[in-house]
């Protein structure tokens, strides 16, 4: 293979990666093209954790009260 190939070789491949990248990212794996970004498991999971996140974030506001003096006044 010459340079010249070579070159457009590689300038194929660096412009064909973005579309390969686009339409790998809009099937979700079972071909009906929704782009929710995760699986039913994986999404489940998401859940949990975003509930969790919020259950801490409820704990340290009481204890941001308790360091701060303000319960039971």
Do not use: T, Y
């Not at 194929?12 to 990666?17: D, G, Y």
């Not at 579309?19 to 782009?35: D, E, F, P, T, W």
């Not at 699986?39 to 009481?62: A, Y």
């Amino acid at each position: 293979m010459d340079l010249g190939s070579g070159i457009a070789l590689g300038a194929l491949c660096v412009s064909a990666a973005p579309v390969c990248i686009v339409a790998l990212r809009r099937s979700n794996g079972n071909g009906n093209g929704k782009n929710n970004g995760h699986c039913h498991d994986h999404s489940g999971i998401c859940q949990r954790v975003e509930n969790f996140e919020g259950w801490l974030e409820k704990i340290e506001e009481k204890l941001d009260r308790v360091i701060e003096g303000k319960v039971g006044r």
